[in-house]
């Protein structure tokens, strides 16, 4: 245990992203995303509610930034809207959205806040989601790395620190696998009007090739900047540790979750676990791609840490089709948060952390870190500003983050904690709070209110950020 008040040997950010937070989504030459669409679709987002307005931070980023300013953050995460950039996703740059990122950028930087920009966070143009599918055909490689090069081109002589895509095992699976995130598709045809068998694979693959083929253009552009993909990655922690087969089913779950989108970016191939499992579904990596993917790699790895579970061998199941519980070996019940795939599993961080480094041998990034908590959808704004559920859980997963650096020698650069305000939550509407932050949907202005959570951070952290 570190001590309370000890403060931790890495840097402190919060993190957004734009279809979450920006609303105007009509304003400044803006493009549609397929979030519009999907959200303004009935019956795929909790109430009908959608991004339209989110909680209106394209007008309101300089309050923001000066409520970040006040408790002494000094790194935020933010992404770009392609569709402000290039309305139709290639061709014409639309100055009005490139004035908006640069107002952003120098009123941080006047603020002593560090950019940090990802470049594609789930909005994608509807324009060539319409042309082509998007993340499951090749013409995505080569449109999204012409889109990184003018945000390279823009915002490189003054932002160093950048992510390509962020958890395509997320956009991918959700998007073309389960059907329940934009753009809605999936195998299921009585769930969704568009998708077919392999379609998460093949995301995952182009998203793969996208991701070397951005990290290509930004070394001749941003010779002196640092860049990664994020990843969403839970821990398998065996059920029965004293169980030879629990450990090694726990081991198989996380190579073949862990190792997803890693795997390909590391070793330019799928890994055992994904060939395994999928065969002949799985794209296969060319030699000239493979190599792109090796003779391009990324700095560190960003991690999106939330969840994780335990996991256990079931011997009437296919080795890699592992079984997964929420409850300990003792019937120890994981405190669940707000959202229903969200459970409190503090120790599996340090895990987590070791696992990565292990396999990769990379110093990480933590890029998202964060929870939900219980009723703070319905609850008086004075109950959920006291938001001690997600204090404790800040104060726990950062604690065996620090363990994870003083005792076992992970190599970790920084923390983002998701979110810096209430915001649009997908498919989830606004009944999900992750801020740190307290917005006020019933007020005329969107009111912000600072949370405990984020005096906590602030506290923890100190004036060294
Ligand atoms: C992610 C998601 C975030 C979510 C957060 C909470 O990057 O994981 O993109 O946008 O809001 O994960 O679910």
Redesign the pocket.
């Given at each position: 245990q570190v001590p309370a008040g000890s403060k931790a040997p890495f840097f402190l950010g919060t993190a957004t992203?734009s279809y979450?937070v920006e609303g105007a989504f009509k304003e400044g030459g803006r493009g549609e995303s397929i979030w519009d669409v999907f959200s303004h679709t009935p019956g795929k987002t909790f109430e009908g509610q959608d991004g339209d307005v989110a909680v209106d931070f394209y007008h309101r980023y300089k309050d923001d930034i000066a409520l970040m300013q006040t408790l002494g953050l000094r790194n935020f995460r933010f992404s770009l809207s392609w569709m402000r950039i290039l309305p139709n996703g290639t061709g014409t740059v639309n100055q009005e959205g490139v004035a908006f990122y640069n107002k952003l950028i120098d009123t941080l930087k006047a603020a002593c806040i560090e950019p940090h920009i990802t470049l594609y966070?789930?909005d994608f143009p509807q324009a060539l989601y319409e042309r082509y599918g998007s993340w499951i055909d090749p013409r995505v490689v080569v449109d999204f790395a012409a889109y990184a090069e003018t945000a390279f081109e823009l915002f490189g002589d003054r932002v160093k620190n950048w992510f390509t895509l962020?958890?395509p095992e997320?956009y991918c699976l959700l998007g073309y696998g389960s059907g329940v995130h934009a753009p809605g598709r999936c195998t299921d045809r009585s769930r969704c009007s568009a998708g077919e068998a392999g379609e998460d694979l093949k995301c995952i693959y182009y998203s793969a090739l996208a991701h070397a083929s951005a990290v290509k253009v930004f070394r001749q552009l941003v010779p002196d900047g640092v860049i990664a993909m994020?990843n969403?990655i839970g821990m398998s922690v065996p059920y029965n540790a004293s169980s030879q087969e629990d450990v090694a089913a726990a081991q198989r779950n996380q190579a073949f979750n862990g190792g997803f989108v890693l795997d390909p970016l590391y070793t330019g191939d799928w890994g055992a676990e994904r060939k395994q499992v999928h065969g002949q579904q799985l794209p296969a990596f060319t030699p000239e791609q493979k190599a792109l993917l090796l003779e391009n790699q990324q700095d560190f790895i960003a991690l999106?840490h939330?969840t994780s579970n335990y996991a256990y061998y079931n011997k009437d199941k296919p080795p890699l089709l592992v079984d997964t519980t929420t409850k300990s070996i003792d019937g120890v019940q994981l405190v669940q948060a707000d959202?229903p795939w969200l459970y409190v599993f503090p120790s599996a961080m340090r895990d987590l952390l070791n696992w990565l480094t292990q396999r990769y041998n990379q110093s990480i990034l933590i890029t998202?870190n964060?929870v939900s908590a219980p009723g703070e959808y319905d609850k008086p704004r004075a109950e959920v500003l006291c938001d001690q559920f997600r204090v404790s859980y800040f104060q726990q997963y950062i604690s065996n983050a620090t363990v994870a650096v003083q005792q076992d020698g992970v190599q970790l650069l920084g923390y983002f904690a998701?979110?810096l305000l209430d915001?649009f939550?997908?498919a989830d509407g606004y009944s999900k709070r992750?801020g740190t932050i307290y917005i006020d949907y019933n007020s005329t202005g969107l009111d912000r209110y600072y949370k405990g959570s984020s005096m906590w951070l602030s506290n923890h952290f100190g004036l060294t950020g």
């Open positions: 992203a979450q966070h789930w962020n958890e997320s994020t969403a999106q939330y959202s998202e964060g998701w979110s915001n939550e997908w992750f």
